[in-house]
């Protein structure tokens, strides 16, 4: 035989591998025996190991010499590389890998020589079957990844070995060198643990095709095998356990392809899927998972039934309780179903089991589904993974998630939700103080001269006309706010003149209305998805509204026809809140508007109250006066005129005219013009005050954040994407502002509240009066 | 059918008067407690007789001391398909609220549908889920 060179790593090996078969110590090999099964493992075709034993001279001598072997082996190497056998080859063929071969408990056996057969048999056979490592059966075919591998195989074998040193943690199985690797290397070896003729086998599994990511398997032992197949992970804890090879029947590949080589496959992969981050998944792997999930469900965005993906993890043989458990962690909605993410998941928590690594617990980070998109291959198996994740959780929650609500992850839904909740959710929140500003501010707004609130109130009529073109939010925040309603009760006498705005006096009229009729819709904010949550509860209130409030009609009429027109965003629907009001203001209504508005945008409003309270009463007090006489004129109030002008004297003044103002557009608007109905409104008023402010709040913090956002952005709502900062930031302004008007709110209702029991007193005076009158 | 046992004490889920997974918290007494869990089995039985028509809802069944010498109360629980949680509660605990109690049982419900979603659990296997472990004992810890 020629002079055989061997490298430092293939000395190493094929000594390893010699002394292995040696098991008597006869420095000669039997032919068959270990060798045979050895060279089975290299999962070669017969014909190949004969035309190899025969090149190395046993075939002459009968018998593995030292030397015999190594040549030996280095054809198995040339063999599994792809290169013709030839003699010459022994030596010209750089680089060559080590040969690999592929132990494997009876499982991997099979699973080798599955994969042997054919990758595409072995894949193919996997269809609902776990496949057989990719690239496994690709023994023969081009060994470019060889190529690729060799000149890894050294920075290779550095690496596997350091992770495989960690058993620990997730295999080592060089996820770079996964990558590197075209093809999955089917014939991974089953770097499981399990493999006992540790040193041997690696060599083997290296010997193997193109893929090979066998590093980390290989590093663990002395030579790794250069090819890295990912498949044959040789799993990285015990670096002996990487080479996994099956002692003997690899080389059938007729055996049990189908489960087998699932089985290997899944074991391979999981070793390749190996963590160099603990549970992230490869790209390779990610790739064959998802192939193995078409083989399922053909269908990338439908689900896997729990019954077909039992079948198929069955497959595994796992023990059923680990696969409960894997499934229990996989199955991030507890649907009953796996999404192709959560495929990816289950799919790498049983090929890391099968690595021996433990379960977790819980779903790791990286295999966690996350909102992002898959569909471009991420580098990181993780990413892919969970991005695909992404799109499971919305397909998943449609469709199954029964129990959804139950589960602790449903992050998917969160997450998706969190687009729209994120905006929705501040504005949800209100808070009392900042209602009561609003409500101060609405009032002073309606001309009602509301010392307190006098200042916010202009401020907010002055934002509100600015973002009259907000009117659909405007109509959402007077919608969303029932407490603006009451605010704007209190500014119904500004509401009349508004009714041109409508929209946001709408709603604070309706938010009167409608509560003195009935507790404002109070699920305020309980569609935090719903993009237009304010706008449902505006069309609620709207609806009530228009019952109620006769003024109020045409706004609601407006304004329910608005919402709808409001973006999907809820932001933008409360944005209009506050626009609305500004626009109401500049009737005169703002006032009205600007608490329900108001709190929807705190940002403007906020701003607006810090100018009102600048002007004071004065402002307010003209506009109560202005929203006053318009309520006069257009309202068939009767004290309107009177109270209007005395509502500008002073707080309690205002209170008058909010209540004039609003007793008469509120009359009108509430439909209840009689004397004896106020104080029911009015209670009521009061009563759904409270309902409406957390609504109002919600609703303030939604406007303030559609506001904010439409300030920022008038243009669109849709524009989830912009800014979230400047969103936040507005948020925290309109919740701001929303606590202040709260405040105002709450004042000014208690103002409306004794100004009506004024009236309803005078009233009684006056009807006491009148028969005198009549006598 | 199932039984759950949760008590200060234990957890006993039944399945057809079987028990799918009990779970004490003190491990001491638990005989006793799965006698008392026995004890309640019958009255819980009563009591879906006695529902009749109303489906299942959440129910609760309060037996209150069931010896004057014992302080504990007995709470159970049916699901539609009748599998029963009961759950043991040492009175020495702060007597905890109906809407605990309810609250307990709803995650419970929730727990054990996930169980169910898992195409690897049988149905009338012993449940063996980490998840669901978890979940209880969390509950217990908060209970006792």
């Known amino acids: 035989m020629e002079g055989l060179t061997l490298s430092d790593a293939e000395q190493k090996y094929y000594s390893d591998l010699f002394s292995y078969c040696d098991s008597e110590s006869t420095k000669k090999v039997a032919a068959h025996g270990r060798v045979l099964e050895l060279f089975r493992a290299a999962q070669l075709p017969s014909d190949v190991v004969h035309q190899i034993m025969e090149l190395c001279g046993a075939t002459r001598l009968g018998y593995f010499g030292r030397s015999q072997f190594y040549i030996a082996l280095k054809l198995v190497a040339v063999a599994q590389s792809g290169f013709p056998l030839r003699v010459e080859s022994i030596n010209t063929v750089k680089d060559l890998p080590l040969p690999r071969f592929v132990a494997s408990k009876n499982e991997q056996e099979s699973r080798h020589a599955a994969s042997y057969s054919s990758d595409s048999e072995n894949q193919g056979s996997y269809s609902g079957v776990i496949p057989p490592p990719p690239g496994r059966g690709q023994v023969k075919k081009g060994s470019t990844s060889h190529d690729t591998v060799q000149p890894r195989t050294s920075a290779d074998q550095q690496e596997p070995v350091s992770p495989v040193v960690s058993p620990q943690q997730s295999p080592p199985t060089s996820p770079h060198t996964w990558r590197k690797h075209s093809r999955h290397p089917s014939g991974g070896n089953s770097e499981r643990p399990l493999a006992g003729p540790g040193p041997f086998w690696s060599p083997f599994g290296e010997a193997q095709s193109g893929s090979s990511a066998g590093d980390a398997v290989w590093s663990g032992h002395s030579p790794p095998p250069p090819q890295e197949n990912w498949v044959s992970f040789a799993d990285t804890p015990p670096t002996s356990t990487l080479l996994t090879m099956h002692p003997a029947s690899v080389q059938d590949q007729t055996t049990v392809r189908t489960v087998a080589s699932a089985t290997t496959a899944n074991e391979i992969r999981r070793q390749s899927s190996s963590y160099d981050d603990p549970w992230k998944i490869t790209d390779e792997q990610r790739q064959y998972y998802v192939n193995q999930f078409k083989t399922i469900q053909p269908d990338l965005n439908g689900f896997i039934p729990g019954s077909a993906a039992k079948e198929f993890f069955t497959k595994s043989k796992l023990p059923i309780l680990e696969l409960s458990h894997i499934w229990e962690l996989s199955d991030f909605d507890k649907d009953g179903a796996l999404t192709l993410d959560e495929f990816c998941a289950a799919f790498h928590l049983v090929v890391a089991r099968k690595n021996g690594y433990d379960l977790p617990e819980k779903l790791p980070e990286s295999l966690m589904p996350k909102l992002i998109d898959l569909e471009d291959s991420a580098d990181v198996g993780d990413q892919p993974g969970e991005v695909g994740y992404s799109g499971s959780p919305a397909e998943a929650p449609p469709s199954k998630s029964p129990s959804m609500p139950s589960l602790n992850q449903t992050w998917p839904e969160l997450n998706q939700s969190s687009e729209d909740t994120a905006i929705v959710h501040p504005v949800p929140i209100r808070m009392t103080p900042s209602k009561i500003h609003m409500q101060e501010m609405e009032l002073k707004r309606t001309g009602s001269d509301h010392t307190n609130p006098t200042s916010p109130l202009l401020v907010k009529t002055s934002d509100l006309s600015e973002e009259t073109k907000i009117n659909s939010s405007v109509k959402f925040a007077s919608g969303n706010t029932v407490a603006d309603g009451y605010s704007s009760s209190d500014s119904f006498t500004s509401d009349p003149e508004q009714i041109g705005n409508n929209v946001t006096r709408q709603r604070s009229h309706s938010g009167m209305s409608p509560d003195n009729t009935a507790p404002p819709p109070p699920p305020p904010r309980p569609q935090p998805s719903h993009s237009r949550s304010s706008s449902l509860d505006m069309n609620r209130t709207f609806s009530v509204t228009t019952d109620l409030c006769v003024h109020t009609g045409q706004q609601q009429a407006g304004v329910v026809a608005q919402p709808p027109a409001v973006p999907p965003r809820p932001q933008p629907s409360q944005a209009p809140g506050p626009v609305v009001h500004r626009p109401v203001d500049a009737d005169g209504l703002i006032t009205h508007t600007s608490t329900s508005p108001q709190q929807i945008p705190e940002q403007p409003n906020f701003a607006d109250f810090s100018q009102f309270e600048v002007f004071a009463a004065s402002n307010v007090n003209e506009e109560q006066d202005d929203e006053a006489e318009k309520h006069a004129e257009v309202l068939p109030v009767e004290k309107a005129s009177d109270p209007a002008s005395s509502l500008r004297v002073a707080k309690t003044d205002s209170k008058i005219e909010e209540k004039t103002a609003a007793s008469a557009p509120a009359n009108v608007s509430k439909g209840t013009t009689p004397l004896a109905p106020p104080p029911k409104p009015v209670r009521r008023r009061l009563k759904s005050e409270d309902e409406l402010r957390p609504e109002v709040d919600e609703h303030t913090q939604k406007t303030g954040v559609l506001a904010a956002v439409l300030a920022s952005q008038p243009s669109i709502p849709r524009s989830v994407g912009k800014d979230k900062k400047a969103i936040q930031a507005s948020i925290r302004r309109n919740k701001e502002t929303n606590t202040v008007l709260a405040r105002l709110n709450s004042e000014l209702q208690q103002q409306l509240k004794d100004v009506l029991e004024e009236r309803i007193s005078l009233e009684v005076q006056l009807e006491q009066l009148r028969p005198f009158s009549h006598l | ?144």
């Open chain 2, 1 to 144: 059918m199932g039984w759950i046992l949760v008590a200060s004490a234990a957890v006993i889920l039944f399945l057809q008067n079987y028990p799918l997974y009990i779970r004490s918290v003190p491990t001491e007494n638990e005989l006793k407690f799965h006698y008392m869990v026995h004890t309640s089995l019958d009255v819980v039985d009563e009591k879906i007789s006695a529902m009749g028509k109303a489906l299942v809802d959440q129910r609760e069944l309060y037996l209150g001391l069931l010896y004057p010498t014992e302080d504990y109360k007995v709470y159970g629980y049916v699901t539609n398909s009748k599998v029963k949680f009961v759950m043991v509660v040492d009175s020495s605990n702060t007597a905890l609220r109906d809407n605990e109690i309810r609250s307990m049982f709803r995650k419970l419900h929730n727990s054990y549908t996930d169980v169910m979603c898992n195409p690897f659990y049988n149905p009338g296997d012993r449940i063996q889920s980490r998840a669901f472990d978890g979940m209880v004992t969390s509950m217990m810890i908060q209970v006792c």
